[in-house]
């Protein structure tokens, strides 16, 4: 096995069942947000952080960390409910580990999940649907003055039924510091934007940045020509897709949509 270093971050705002393996980090997000503590936990608000930003930032929190922190040559993230691997089951021992890392980036630069489809409605209408729609909007005007080389991508992709969803991948070194400080260039500048309005939106909604970013993964990926590979996500938690299904429809057809273009 290589003598590189893997971190995979896994995002966690509450105690939960980590793998064994050694290059899974268990990150508390918004610890400084927090008087608890967990156990064998790295906490989000040491070293130069972000830790205060985890109600709007969600776990890019854990991301902005390891941007600064950590020494990985090899980084990931996943979530306490949601990790890569190829076999199904909701059994930790499943996960990927460091040799099946290694294997899948000889030829990529970055693990991804698999692509979420919606079908019926691109990934632009999706989020119009779901979430707030100013926030697009201002990152569209942010990508469009900073990085007008995205522009076409952006729209691209913004048209596309399908995206890597969930914040979840595994980098390299080189192509995790490039991603971060373009993606969070870009969110600040959001935030400076819209921040105000944020503050009067639900709990739910105020987590817009990390909801933005699924969105910005895949523009990324594209325009730079990142070679990639997908592996399917297991999920810990029971999930109810009749219900995900049916309240996607709703907001399809204008039921319970936030109210906001």
């Excluded at 080189?174 to 939106?201: K, P, R, T």
């Amino acid at each position: 096995m290589s003598n590189e270093k893997i971190q995979i971050l896994v995002a966690a705002h509450k105690e939960a069942p980590m793998p064994k393996d050694k290059i899974y980090l268990p990150v508390q997000v918004g610890s400084s947000l927090s008087k608890a503590r967990f156990n064998g936990y790295q906490a989000d608000n040491q070293g130069e952080n972000i830790s205060a930003k985890n109600p709007y930032f969600n776990e890019l929190t854990a991301i902005y960390w390891a941007r600064f922190n950590s020494n990985a040559d090899i980084i990931g993230l996943v979530h306490y409910r949601r990790f890569f691997g190829f076999k199904k089951g909701k059994n930790l021992q499943n996960v990927l580990d460091g040799s099946q890392v290694l294997s899948l980036l000889e030829r990529n630069d970055v693990i991804l999940p698999k692509k979420r489809h919606y079908w019926i409605e691109s990934s632009e209408s999706h989020y119009r649907h779901a979430h707030h729609g100013s926030a697009i909007d201002a990152v569209r005007q942010i990508i469009n003055s900073k990085y007008p080389d995205y522009i076409d991508v952006f729209e691209k992709q913004m048209s596309k039924t399908t995206s890597h969803m969930f914040n979840m991948f595994i980098m390299r070194r080189e192509e995790f510091n490039a991603y971060s400080d373009w993606l969070f260039d870009i969110l600040f500048e959001v935030e400076s934007m819209i921040q105000n309005d944020v503050l009067n939106w639900s709990p739910y909604e105020k987590r817009v940045y990390g909801f933005l970013s699924e969105r910005l993964l895949d523009v990324w990926i594209v325009q730079n020509n990142i070679r990639y590979t997908e592996v399917p996500v297991l999920f810990m938690e029971k999930q109810n897709w009749l219900l995900k299904g049916g309240k996607f429809l709703l907001r399809k057809f204008g039921y319970g949509r936030i109210g906001k273009k």
